[in-house]
């Protein structure tokens, strides 16, 4: 029994309102690199469903950029750590690791040779650093600025130069090696966001919060001008990215537009409008052999087109925030994956492609807890906003009508056939049948946690957190209390019954999973012990012999029903976060979400 992994589908960037997203291209313009969380994400520009994680930093990461050699990245977090690791290994072996100061690292800056690293950000004593690659020793002080240094860059030819931009309206210039202050240019008059030289390194830009785009000598910092006259957007500018040849570049800006330059008649050649949304403001962009990509408030990548500006010739979509939970179901003969996010967002997945659309219109305003799908191919969705949407999944739009407000906030649900489900809310267990509440268990004397229904739709087990399950008959549109309680081995977690309606699995807080054999009266038929934390989600197997649970413990295991020796783990399924979803696609491969907001697809041989 083994595993391997076989796909990742990533994680978006993780965006902030008015703060600049830095993107790192590979200089052999391949893939194109940005973070999430802990994770710094390398994905393939021209198929972006080819991703790779790196998930080594203790602290969520801010920056990272390859080196101009391309076999190394450098990565930045906000303890102030910078990690200088391996592209060619799958395993990204560490080189070094420095701290150049306490505090937030916002941009990383390279050397031509790939000798000496630049770091500035929001350090105590100081905001920046530049030093030796191999050995950390410094090659000169970056100093000049009174406030914290939000962008930096290093002219990519001889004689060295270095500049930085700061919160104090200010770029500083710098000659070396080793790098000396050589002058302050204060043109801006709100924070500078971001500065890059020219591939050519004949000129630098300088872009800022007050909409303006300011050219300097790339080596005397002499002022050459501006872009777009008295101001070059209408909202404040977080990235530029100059054009391979130095001829043009292309700035992202809060006003929801990406423009294109040319740099030597100072004007715009193309807008590109990119919505009218406050999460269409655009906080970073890049530029690639002949890609040009901007990144949205919202996380979605946009792919430009010079030839039809308002139209991305592709929007990379997915979660940037935590993914909750998940279900697979069958469509046209294609299997199609539903992950629901902890900001609310429901995004479907092609399990063979990675190509990802949302869920369309106004939905979940908060936590997706759980979903599932029922007979009639709509997906029901339990949220933290005290609501249970049905969704038509051959629309795949929300509908205002089809909405269910409950009294208190749901945990989770589970659909039975005919048109029914159930509902654990806050101190209630409520009956669903046909997009309505038809009966609902109050005073109940216990908390209820999980609950599965019977495929044969009979049967509702409900899970409690005295550690109890209770069994209830589905008598017409009423729950019996059948007088049956199971016991597990602690507060109940989640519940699910195989599919074919034998066995029901119940896993609870002290890290134990009980299997129960529905035609013996519910005898135990084993429990199942591994997980080092408490278990938090199951999934039954097509084949209905084998299970698999998730943990806190950031492990997956995949058990035998028939014999709880014989099991798959996988370690680290998620690195440094806990696994919140488990989903079966076929009888050989498991998907697996998680707080990194990634989406895992495993091979199993079984």
């Not at 929007?315 to 994956?337: F, M, N, R, W, Y």
């Amino acid at each position: 029994m083994s595993y391997e992994l076989k796909r990742v589908f990533a994680s978006l960037p993780q965006m902030e309102r008015g703060v600049a997203k830095v993107l790192g291209g590979d200089p052999k313009g391949n893939n194109f690199l940005y973070t999430n969380g802990k994770s710094v994400i390398i994905r393939n520009i021209d198929n972006p469903a080819i991703a790779d994680i790196y998930t080594e930093h203790p602290h969520p990461v801010n920056v990272a950029k390859y080196s101009p050699s391309g076999f190394y990245i450098a990565s930045g977090d906000v303890s102030g750590k910078i990690r200088i690791w391996d592209t060619t290994q799958k395993e990204h072996l560490l080189k070094y690791e420095y701290q150049p100061f306490g505090g937030k690292i916002k941009d990383i800056a390279w050397t031509e040779d790939s000798k000496r690293i630049a770091v500035v950000g929001e350090g105590r004593e100081k905001f920046g650093a530049v030093f030796l690659w191999d050995s950390g020793s410094s090659v000169g002080e970056i100093v000049g600025h009174s406030k914290i240094i939000n962008t930096v860059d290093i002219k990519q030819t001889r004689p060295y130069r270095l500049v930085t931009g700061s919160d104090d309206n200010c770029t500083t210039f710098l000659e070396g090696p080793p790098f000396k202050f050589k002058c302050t240019l204060s043109d801006h008059s709100r924070f500078v966001n971001c500065v890059r030289f020219s591939p050519d390194g004949s000129r630098y830009a300088s872009a800022g919060a007050d909409g303006q785009i300011f050219l300097y000598d790339g080596k005397t910092a002499e002022k050459q001008g501006t872009l777009g006259g008295a101001k070059a957007h209408e909202g404040g500018i977080y990235a530029v990215c100059w054009s391979p040849d130095s001829s043009q570049l292309i700035s992202a800006s809060g006003d929801k537009t990406v423009k294109l330059w040319d740099v030597a008649t100072g004007t715009a050649v193309t807008t590109f409008t990119l919505g009218s949304d406050v999460l269409d403001q655009q906080l970073g962009c890049l530029w690639v052999k002949n890609h040009l990509l901007s990144v949205s408030l919202s996380g979605y990548i946009n792919y430009l087109d010079k030839n039809s500006p308002n139209r991305p010739l592709r929007v990379i979509k997915g979660h940037s925030k935590a993914i909750q939970c998940l279900t697979v179901h069958k469509e046209d003969g294609k299997s199609v994956i539903y992950s629901g996010g902890q900001d609310g967002h429901i995004n479907y997945w092609d399990a063979e492609t990675g190509e990802n659309e949302a869920i369309t219109g106004k939905g979940h305003s908060n936590l997706v807890a759980r979903m599932d799908v029922d007979e009639s191919n709509r997906l029901v969705s339990c949220s933290m906003d005290d609501t249970i949407r049905y969704t038509d999944l051959g629309k795949k739009e929300y509908s205002a009508s089809d909405l269910l407000k409950m009294d208190v906030q749901p945990k989770t649900v589970s659909v039975g056939p005919g048109g029914l489900a159930v509902a654990v809310c806050i101190g209630q267990v409520v009956l669903l049948k046909d997009k309505r509440k038809v009966f609902t268990l109050d005073n109940l004397g216990y908390e209820p946690e999980a609950c599965a229904f019977h495929p044969g739709g009979g049967t509702v087990a409900v899970g409690g957190a005295d550690g109890k399950v209770r069994l209830y008959s589905v008598q017409g549109n009423t729950l019996k209390d059948d007088g049956k309680d199971l016991e597990a081995k602690g507060p109940v977690t989640d519940m699910q019954f195989s599919r074919d309606g034998a066995f029901l699995a119940v896993s609870d807080e002290k890290k134990v999973i009980t299997v129960f054999t529905v035609a013996d009266g519910y005898a135990v038929k084993n429990d199942f012990y591994g997980h080092h934390a408490k278990v938090l989600c199951l999934a039954w197997s097509p084949d209905n012999d084998h299970f698999a649970s998730g943990g806190m413990d950031m492990m997956v295991y995949v058990w035998t029903v028939n014999d709880a020796d014989k099991r798959i783990k996988i370690p680290d399924s998620h690195r440094l976060h806990h696994v919140s979803g488990l989903a079966w696609l076929n009888e050989n491969t498991l998907i697996t979400t998680s707080h990194d907001s990634c989406v895992k697809q495993w091979t199993l041989k079984i």
